[in-house]
């Protein structure tokens, strides 16, 4: 399933993919069959947006439920988080 991810970030958009593509981040993402297709800031609405391929929505959930401190580090505010699953 494709999914759209998107949200504010605290430390800026080049902190936030400095930390998104750091080993630790892109072994977690492939562990959980998670790829991702696209990524990008949207300065207008000051918004990342993450275009992701999964199995299903529970594995991002549970992904990012074992890696809050990595997200917090990633300046990520959980509180604009909003996920957008795609439907064929």
């Keep these: 399933m494709i999914n759209i991810a998107n949200f504010k970030v605290l430390k800026g958009y080049e902190h936030w993919k400095k930390v998104f593509m750091e080993e630790e981040f892109v072994k977690m993402r492939k562990e959980a069959g998670v ?3 696209a990524k990008g800031f949207d300065k207008q609405n000051e918004r990342v947006y ?4 999964m ?3 529970e594995v991002i959930q549970n992904a990012m439920a074992k890696n809050q401190e990595k997200i917090k580090e990633a300046g990520v505010d959980m509180s604009t988080m909003q996920m957008i699953p795609l439907q064929d």
């Design 55 to 57: 199995a299903s929505m």
């Design 50 to 53: 993450v275009v992701q391929d």
């Design 35 to 37: 790829k991702i297709l």
